[in-house]
């Protein structure tokens, strides 16, 4: 499975963050597209809206299972999508800012 490193990720990559809404609230990067794993068949089509043309799809939860699942799925429909190694809890560790909805500091849950 296709995977990406968080330290080589640049500012304004796209970012598909796959964690339930509990974890998003408590914390998440800043500018990511939040579709929750449980939904995210059923909210396809807001990926296929928002993802870039002709770029990566840099999906992420908080340790790299749930979103190698999407990964897979998403490279099985032809889309170029990686799994970010390690998940929101490599993010936090490398220093990488969280935030809340109200743009706030927030915490990886």
């Known amino acids: ?3 990406v490193e968080v330290a080589d990720l640049k500012d304004g990559e ?3 963050d796959v964690r339930e809404d509990e974890e998003w609230q408590a914390g998440h990067a800043e500018g990511a597209l939040h579709i929750p794993m449980s939904e995210f068949v059923a909210r396809y ?3 296929t809206q928002a993802a870039p043309q002709d770029g990566r799809v840099n999906v992420i939860c908080r340790s790299g299972g749930r ?5 897979n799925y998403l490279v099985q429909q032809g889309i170029d999508a990686v799994n970010v190694d390690g998940g929101m809890q490599v993010w936090e560790a490398a220093g990488r800012p969280v935030v809340t909805d109200e743009g706030a500091p927030g915490f990886v849950a």
């Open 14 to 16: 796209f970012l598909l």
């Open 45 to 47: 089509g807001e990926l």
């Open 67 to 71: 979103s190698a699942q999407v990964t």
């Open 1 to 3: 499975m296709p995977t």
